[in-house]
């Protein structure tokens, strides 16, 4: 089972700053990765699809790079409503396997 | 309108059994899979598996292997998570998904306690 590592755990940011998520895979996954956010109470909101591609109306703001192992989620200037918590998650190979998730918080 | 409509909250005992539901529309229901994902605060989110509403082929997380299953009932448009014999571990919340990973369920809290 592929161990996907998000970094930092949580992330404390002011509103307008930018943030750097990082999610690491244990084996390679290609760009076979999402990005999630979650606020509670609620699902989760994709994001991100194919490592850089954003989902249907999500805001320009929100950015993913990377493939293989080492991935990012760049949110350029952070807006109230984007504080929550993020997940990435492969689905490369069987079983699909989620970090445990970026805690934004506001500074 | 793509939606994916779960059953409200379910309270049970430890050694009971639950079904769950997700009812779909707006969207081709045997055209792709419908996966499940659990959701706790020790282990996070935790995908179960898939299944396939059109021919009802299955694929479970081997965490999750022999211990609920899934069904689909084409003409409802509706999937289901069953267990047979509920532990407190089963304590979560469970989420439907439709292929894509862009439209989920609202979510169905499962608590079991005795």
């Known amino acids: 089972e592929i161990v996907m590592t998000q970094s930092p755990g949580t992330l404390t940011v002011s509103p307008g700053e930018r943030a750097t998520l990082s999610c690491r895979a244990s084996?390679?996954?290609?760009?076979?990765l999402v990005w999630y956010q979650q606020k509670p109470g609620q699902a989760p909101r994709l994001l991100i699809y194919?490592?850089?591609t954003r989902a249907t109306g999500v805001p320009a703001r929100f950015s993913g790079s990377g493939s293989g192992t080492e991935f990012t989620l760049t949110i350029s200037s952070l807006q109230p409503e984007d504080f929550a918590v993020y997940y990435c998650?492969?689905?490369?190979?069987?079983?699909?396997?989620f970090g445990h998730g970026t805690k934004v918080e506001i500074k | 309108e793509v939606q994916l409509v779960q059953s409200g909250a379910e309270m049970r005992k430890p050694g009971e059994s639950l079904k769950i539901s997700c009812q779909v529309s707006?969207?081709?229901?045997?055209?792709?899979?419908i996966g499940w994902v659990r959701q706790t605060p020790d282990k996070g989110l935790e995908w179960m598996g898939i299944?396939?509403?059109?021919?009802?082929?299955?694929r479970y997380s081997p965490s999750f292997q022999g211990q609920v299953t899934f069904s689909a009932d084409r003409s409802i448009n509706t999937a289901y998570l069953q267990w047979t014999t509920l532990r407190a571990s089963d304590t979560a919340i469970y989420y439907c998904?439709?292929?894509?990973?862009?439209?989920w369920g609202q979510g169905t809290l499962v608590t079991v306690s005795s």
């Open positions: 194919g490592a850089s």
């Open positions: 299944i396939y509403p059109a021919d009802s082929d299955t």
């Open positions: 998650q492969q689905y490369n190979n069987w079983p699909q396997t």
């Open positions: 084996q390679r996954v290609s760009s076979s």
């Open positions: 998904v439709r292929r894509g990973y862009d439209f």
């Open positions: 707006g969207f081709s229901f045997t055209s792709s899979w």
